[in-house]
């Protein structure tokens, strides 16, 4: 059974960092682009970065510069590095696989807590 398994989310002052982890079984974990999401409290769930199956990375505007996507795929696994965290990142972050060109279904882990708080 595939799966998708974050990591990492806990509890953080605003200006610390976090680094998640998601994890991925039972799939050829280099043909994935991996995504990460997030989904704060009464909003909508937004994409908060992207690496390609070839190592094109992409982010939102609103994390640009503080966050850094990266993956390892000999340990099918793919990290969003997080710094000077602010309180407005507080979310529910999700893990997702899509295929490369679409060409077959997307996974989602079940998400990990981020909180941001003094």
């Known amino acids: 059974q595939v799966q998708l398994v974050e990591s990492g989310g806990g509890l953080v002052q605003p200006g610390g960092s976090l680094r998640l982890s998601c994890a991925a079984s039972?799939?050829?974990?280099?043909?994935?682009?991996m995504n990460w999401y997030r989904q704060a409290p009464g909003k909508q769930r937004e994409l908060v970065a992207v690496i390609h199956s070839g190592g094109y990375t992409n982010y939102a505007d609103s994390v640009k510069g503080r966050f850094t996507i990266s993956r390892e795929n000999a340990k099918n696994t793919v990290y969003l590095q997080m710094s000077s965290l602010k309180v407005d990142d507080t979310a529910v972050y999700y893990c997702n696989a899509e295929p490369a060109y679409s060409l077959g279904q997307s996974y989602w882990g079940q998400g990990t807590q981020v909180t941001v708080s003094s």
């Open positions: 039972k799939i050829i974990f280099s043909i994935y682009n």
